[in-house]
């Protein structure tokens, strides 16, 4: 028999009753600690550290028959491995969203499947976003992390504790996450409207998808986003 010692933060996603925190597995001796821990519904994106008798081991180590396993969940804020640059998954829309009003660079597409969301993170060194534990689980994406909160605002909430990106609010497209830049009234005037084109003055256009932007009627429900996360 194996035990498993979930730190707290790890419980949430558990069934009932295994939420009081201690697991035992049969043993298996070809099976791998970070198959265990995974095998119980935990993606290894989540730990921070496992250890035997207070001493590290590795994901791949095998424990001994009757080992006791402390699962350490993943410390906060937690260094990003890489350049602050996310996808997410198909069910992280409005997220997205919010992010890129922040100025994230967050990639998002609503009909990518999983394998093309693991080949982008990777190709693009991209850290992916998912709720979907069967695919941190399966798919062994580089960079991934699950988020946790059922609302847009609790799952901002959590990432933005969690990694402590940097923000740069109203710089980013909300459609495509291009990057915007500021563009003179009189280059954009063919695509106002013109109660747009008498109050307001200043625009930025995304340099990639070419929308135009402005703080219009809208702002007040974003610089409240702004004001929550960025400020």
Known sequence: MVRLLLAPELRFSLPARRRAGTIELPDDPAASLGHLVQSVGVPLTEVGRLAIGGRPVAPADRPPPGAEVEVAAVRRPQPLDGPPRLLLDVHLGTL????????????????????????????????????????????????????????????????????????????????????????????????????????????????RCGRVYWHGAHAARLDALVRRHAG
Do not use: I, W
């Open 96 to 207: 997205a969203r919010r992010l890129r009003v922040l100025g994230v660079d967050a990639g998002y597409r609503n009909d990518a499947t999983d394998d093309e969301l693991v080949e982008r993170a990777d190709a693009e060194d991209r850290l992916l976003l998912s709720q979907d534990r069967g695919l941190l689980m399966r798919r062994a994406p580089r960079r991934a992390a699950y988020v946790r909160g059922s609302r847009p605002d609790d799952q901002l909430s959590d990432l933005l504790d969690r990694f402590r990106l940097p923000l740069l609010p109203y710089s980013r497209c909300t459609a495509c996450g291009g990057p915007l830049r500021p563009v003179p009234k009189a280059d954009v005037l063919d695509r106002l409207e013109p109660g747009t084109r008498r109050t307001q003055h200043e625009f930025a256009r995304c340099e």
